[in-house]
């Protein structure tokens, strides 16, 4: 054991060498994220979520947990929480990427069970190999008091793979005029991502993200939404960047990919895109980006609301074969054969199914 | 990564560093941030080192004697130590891809929050938005 030790010890002093002198570096193969999630399940269905995304590469440590009642999942970086409930330690090492997955080794151990610190919570050191869509629960805490407040069936921690989009998509809304690249300082996004089921039960994922001065970019983890045609995968990625007008008003362009995939439609899913420019909103504020069916089977419809710059894109959907979401429908060279119109297909296939985002903006909290 | 957060992975690796851009790291919240996040990161992996072990240090001590009375035994030990290191460093070299072990910090990374983060904030605003047919690359 002593032996094996150090020779590990012996690959890691050869790999951190290597550190030293800096790789040049590498884009990676696909832009994959890997999620940890503490899902609180609900006795009705209802779900709510807390993530947080690992570090791209190299090694991560972040702590879930529960405060007050298993309801209230959080987030904390390297640093215990001081008021948790129940919760985990997670401790991961991106092993490799490729195209096509994630290699990624968790040690998770539960630290918190009933307000007090265990050390003989359950725990493991797993190396997971993830594909896009994937969900590997690690472990649930099952709710032995439900009280009037909080009637959860559980807390779970799951480990999920995201896929984001590999750019960003095409800036449909207008910056102010003089507008530059850039805000004032750090500030953190706190993303809430909500879906409605036609039953009104709402299942809801939040993440936290540090916005540095030119922005960050974000993904869920794909939700499942069941449709008269079958299980289908929504999956919501984007960026947020920030700009500033020679005034000194800063503003944020909140880009948004919204692909869906499964029951029948093409391998790649079908992918709607939109943006806003939006004033930055003050820490008070929370903005709610409500977001219709994927497509229209006929250019109009919902208009741009709100204030602040939002414009509705509209128009150009409905034509199968354009874009990624209608590359199987129609093909450049296809002739007069019943085409899918991918878009339209989906908005109908959602029907009934009310996603939005919500945003607010917090300032870095100091240590 | 940030090469200005190098500078701190510099620091807790003890190699010499510049005063002056270390103060101008450590001014910025999220160097602070960074540095906590890489000490505490060291501290956890230090401990689940020293939990292994445990055991095997107990025993010793258990056995004072029996170490103290085999001085041969010693060397033999420590050249399996050495031995150990230089295999694991070789096929380390050999085997390539090596894993990069810094703590990297992330495109995104999480924060303590300032409230709960459930039950969901009612909405200030609504922003009706509507997708159209995107380019951009993704899926499988």
Redesign the interface.
């Known amino acids: 054991m002593m032996f094996s030790s150090l020779f590990l010890t012996g690959v890691l002093l050869q790999a951190s060498g290597g550190a030293v002198t800096p790789p040049a570096p590498a884009k990676p193969p696909a832009d994959f994220v890997v999620l940890v999630a503490a899902p609180v399940y609900q006795p009705d269905g209802a779900i709510t979520t807390e993530t947080v995304a690992l570090p791209q590469a190299g090694a991560g440590l972040v702590h879930l947990f529960a405060r007050r009642s298993l309801c209230n999942p959080a987030v904390a970086g390297a640093a215990e929480p001081a008021d948790a409930l129940f919760g985990w330690r997670v401790a991961s090492q991106i092993v490799t990427r490729s195209e096509r997955d994630v290699v990624v080794s968790l040690d998770w151990r539960r630290l918190w069970e009933d307000g007090r610190r265990t050390s003989a919570g359950p725990g493991s050191t797993v190396q997971l190999t993830l594909h896009p869509g994937d969900r590997i629960p690690l472990d649930h805490i099952t709710n032995f008091k439900p009280t009037q407040d909080c009637r959860a069936v559980g807390l779970g921690l799951e480990v999920r793979l995201a896929q984001s989009e590999m750019s960003a998509p095409a800036r449909t809304a207008p910056l102010p005029e003089g507008a530059t690249p850039g805000g004032a300082k750090p500030v953190d996004a706190e993303l809430w991502f909500l879906h409605t089921l036609p039953s009104d039960i709402q299942q809801v994922v939040h993440q936290t993200v540090r916005l540095s001065t030119e922005g960050a970019r974000f993904t869920f983890a794909p939700t499942a939404v069941t449709t008269a045609r079958g299980e289908v995968s929504v999956e919501l990625s984007g960026s947020i960047d920030r700009y500033r007008t020679p005034t000194g008003n800063e503003f944020l362009l909140l880009s948004l990919t919204r692909r869906v995939k499964g029951a029948g439609l093409p391998p790649e899913g079908v992918a709607g895109a939109t943006s806003s420019v939006i004033p930055l909103p003050q820490p008070n504020e929370v903005l709610s980006f409500e977001m219709p069916g994927i497509g229209r089977a006929r250019s109009g419809g919902a208009g741009g609301g709100g204030g602040g710059g939002t414009r509705a894109v509209g128009g150009a959907v409905a034509s199968a074969g354009a874009g990624a979401g209608g590359r199987q429908a129609a093909r450049p060279g296809d002739r007069g054969g019943v085409v899918l119109a991918g878009p339209a297909q989906v908005a109908a296939m959602l029907e009934g199914h009310q996603f939005s985002l919500r945003l607010r903006i917090v300032p870095v909290p100091t240590n | 990564m940030n090469s200005e957060l190098e500078i701190i992975d510099a620091l807790i690796d003890g190699q010499r560093v510049d005063a002056d851009a270390i103060k101008h790291v450590l001014a910025d919240?999220?160097g602070?941030?960074y540095l906590?996040?890489?000490w505490?990161?060291r501290e956890?992996?230090q401990e689940?080192a020293l939990h292994?072990g445990e055991p095997?240090a107990s025993h010793a001590t258990a056995q004072p004697a029996a170490r103290s009375a085999t001085p041969g035994r010693r060397w033999l030990v420590a050249a399996?130590?050495v031995g150990?290191?230089?295999?694991?460093?070789?096929?380390?070299?050999i085997t390539g891809?090596?894993?990069?072990?810094?703590?990297?910090?992330?495109?995104?990374?999480?924060?303590?929050?300032?409230?709960?983060?459930?039950p969901?904030?009612?909405?200030?605003?609504?922003?009706?938005?509507?997708?159209?047919?995107?380019?951009?690359?993704?899926?499988?």
């Open positions: 919240p999220e602070r941030a906590v996040d890489a505490l990161l956890a992996i689940a292994e095997r399996a130590i150990s290191l230089l295999g694991g460093y070789a096929t380390g070299r891809q090596p894993a990069s072990l810094t703590v990297t910090a992330p495109a995104t990374t999480a924060v303590a929050q300032p409230s709960p983060a459930f969901v904030p009612a909405a200030t605003r609504v922003i009706q938005l509507e997708f159209h047919t995107a380019t951009t690359t993704g899926g499988d």
